[in-house]
């Protein structure tokens, strides 16, 4: 069975029957990636000498493992948390190799098919046929999300204008929902994308339950309604739609975009990486393998040049520019690429420690908060950094959920929680934005 095709209509009289087989095959026998995770496992590693961070880089490249955490092994140092996914084959030879070496390992997930089956519906459970009962509880492929964005455009005329800014390397469109009460007075936006690293499905949940938000509540609730009333919201749902789609039908640990290289059989660019800020320098690789590939030259991509293309054209009332990642649990402001502090800190940090106070109400979930190189790591060519070097004043990344357990499997039971967490510390920094700070 296809993870994805879309249900094609059927003959009445074989309704019954599919379903009755669809229920034979759930759960988890419905083999999504053709079961190629099956028995796969992610183990973390903290090396805590040198010599353990030496073994460590070495399995990296003998054992071709699929690093969830940190985005590049040239991040690794003593006391790095490492979080690796190995394939069913590899792991017998590798968990070998680690108690020879002894070095202390935990099994974060034990068989990743399984993760991945039960954490989501099948597409029979989701709930595909009227829009207007939408289910933000699960994830969507890129169709769905896109005729959910069309079907909002045409239904909510009055605050929401779709529109494209351009086409992907595949061709695809890269749309936009623009958001907000129409005016003719001046008003200041707030950018939002999420999606631009593949695999962080939640990125997309996230931005889908913002306007879901934005649509219910600007009636009752007030800070909302001046949220809307007052600025523009420019949301890009899935940034990197190639990826994105790429990640539902083949690889669900798909990063970069998909793009082709001429003297290599990899393929594409890491998004996050493709910025003219300090391009290609520092927590960038010039290999097109590498997860965290810089590209042949800076907005090499289709889709980075579109968003710098549009954030250039529109940042003069452009206010804040916010990216959502996953996952770390973190809420990241410039600077990226360097360890230097940004001239208005205070402001951006006050708000930074506000929002991750609104977010720790709902639930408790802690999140650390500061400038990305000191926080997360050094990274040059980010869209953070350069959204703040072009003048946009409020830049920040959240790193989603969660801080291991599920990575990039966050399971859609956890939607909601996340997302309504999340919302508190994005209408934080917004209102933030509406009051006297430079
Ligand atoms: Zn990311």
Not at 56 to 79: C, M
Not at 233 to 242: H, K, L, R
Not at 278 to 300: I, N, R
Request: aromatic fraction near 14%.
């Amino acid at each position: 069975m296809k993870f994805l095709g879309k249900p094609r209509s059927q003959p009445a009289a074989f309704l019954p029957l599919c379903w009755l087989f669809l229920r034979i095959l759930q759960p988890g026998h419905s083999h999504l990636y053709n079961n190629r995770y099956a028995g796969d496992k992610v183990i973390r590693l903290i090396p805590k000498t040198e010599e353990e961070t030496y073994a460590l880089k070495k399995i990296h490249h003998q054992f071709k493992v699929d690093l969830w955490q940190p985005s590049s092994i040239s991040y690794v140092t003593e006391g790095t948390v490492t979080d690796v996914h190995i394939s069913q084959n590899a792991s017998r030879a590798l968990l070998a190799f680690l108690q020879e070496a002894n070095i202390q390992y935990k099994i974060l997930i034990e068989d990743l098919q399984k993760v991945l089956e039960n954490g989501n519906s099948l597409p029979t459970q989701r709930n595909r046929r009227s829009l207007s009962e939408y289910n933000y509880e699960v994830y969507h492929s890129l169709e769905e999300i896109q005729s959910w964005m069309h079907h909002l455009n045409k239904t909510h005329s009055g605050l929401i204008h779709m529109f494209s800014i351009g086409r992907s390397y595949e061709g695809r469109s890269l749309f936009i929902l623009k958001l907000g009460r129409k005016s003719r007075a001046y008003k200041r936006a707030v950018w939002m994308d999420c999606g631009i690293h593949a695999r962080e499905w939640i990125g997309p949940a996230f931005c889908q339950w913002f306007v879901r938000e934005a649509l219910l509540t600007y009636r009752s609730d007030a800070a909302m309604r001046k949220m809307l009333k007052h600025l523009y919201f420019y949301i890009m749902p899935v940034f990197n739609v190639d990826g994105y789609h790429y990640s539902w039908t083949h690889d669900r640990f798909w990063r970069k975009t998909r793009s082709r290289n001429l003297r290599f059989h990899c393929r594409g660019v890491d998004a996050n990486r493709n910025w003219k800020v300090k391009w290609c320098d520092e927590g960038a690789s010039m290999h097109p393998c590498d997860d965290t590939y810089c590209g042949p030259f800076p907005e090499s991509e289709p889709e980075v040049k579109a968003v710098a293309n549009f954030l250039r054209k529109h940042r003069k009332h452009i206010r804040a520019y916010l990216s959502f990642h996953a996952y770390a649990q973190m809420l990241l402001y410039p600077y990226s690429y360097k360890y230097a502090t940004i001239p208005n800190f205070n402001c951006v940090e006050s708000a930074a420690y506000k929002a991750v106070k609104a977010l720790r109400s709902v639930y408790g979930v802690r999140y650390r908060y500061g400038p990305a190189s000191r926080t997360l790591y050094v990274s040059s060519g980010s869209s953070m950094d350069w959204a703040y070097k072009n003048g946009i004043p409020y830049a920040f990344a959240f790193e989603l959920r969660d801080t291991g357990h599920f990575g990039f499997l966050l399971p859609e039971m956890l939607i909601r929680p996340t997302c309504t967490e999340t919302m508190l510390a994005v209408k934080n920094i917004t209102m933030h934005l509406l009051k006297k700070c430079p």
